[in-house]
């Protein structure tokens, strides 16, 4: 006697996520206006669109546009830089970004004469940096989420100068559901015997979770694979 079965197929989701990682730059032009002491001052940059860096203190601190206006300098003879706090506001990143680099162009004055120390969310990200007379990239790798501001401390008379400055974040898509595309039955139809069965992942997809129900009708038992 030949067997037959229902044969129905529950496909749930074929889930379609990943990472995507942006770098956003700011290179640094100089100051708003003006130069010499000051306790607050809004760093101008060649991309102010995507957010604004303010450095500020409890004291006043020296900083002057550099030369040829491409970078900033930051501490001085008589105003060094004791904790001068660098913070990003009205920036594109996303509040729920994971900031995972922070990169800082700069140099200084003297060998290992000023120091950078980065914070995302409060919280310290990465490990310091120490700057010397080479100018040069340096970075806090990590992975963080929240407002993102960078310390700057530097020796009496002696000088950072700040180029230019990079966020790398990642963001996490909205997941898409996608339904597999299955072939050579028809849900809910009898099949004697055996059938094949093909499911395929959509492009893309990085899992899948289905279930296959075959109801006996001799023995009036459902027999499942997943």
């Given amino acids: 006697m030949r067997k037959i079965y229902f044969l129905f197929l529950?496909?749930?989701i074929a889930s379609m996520s990943g990472l995507?990682?942006?770098?956003?730059?700011w290179n640094i032009t100089g100051r708003t206006s003006g130069s010499g002491p000051a306790t607050e001052i809004v760093v101008r940059t060649d991309n102010s669109s995507s957010g604004v860096w303010t450095a500020t203190a409890d004291t006043e601190f020296s900083s002057g546009t550099g030369s040829g206006s491409e970078y900033i300098q930051l501490g001085s003879k008589n105003d060094p830089c004791v904790d001068v706090n660098i913070a990003l506001s009205e920036s594109?990143?996303?509040s729920n970004a994971n900031i995972t680099k922070i990169e800082v162009e700069g140099s200084a004055t003297a060998d290992a004469s000023a120091t950078v120390d980065a914070k995302?969310?409060?919280?310290?990200f990465g490990s310091q940096l120490i700057f010397g007379t080479t100018k040069e990239k340096l970075s806090f790798d990590g992975s963080a989420s929240g407002d993102i501001s960078l310390i700057v401390n530097t020796l009496n008379k002696k000088q950072l100068h700040l180029y230019s400055i990079s966020v790398t974040y990642e963001i996490s898509p909205a997941t898409e559901l996608t339904a597999p595309v299955i072939?050579?039955?028809?849900?809910?139809?009898?099949?004697y015997g055996s059938a094949s069965v093909s499911i395929s992942y959509p492009d893309l997809a990085t899992s899948m979770t289905y279930t296959i129900?075959?109801?006996?009708?001799?023995?009036?038992?459902r027999r499942f694979g997943t």
């Fill in 183 to 191: 072939t050579g039955v028809v849900n809910g139809e009898k099949y």
């Fill in 92 to 94: 594109v990143i996303p």
């Fill in 10 to 12: 529950f496909v749930l």
């Fill in 120 to 124: 995302v969310g409060g919280q310290v």
């Fill in 20 to 25: 995507q990682a942006e770098t956003v730059t």
């Fill in 213 to 221: 129900q075959a109801r006996d009708r001799r023995c009036r038992c």
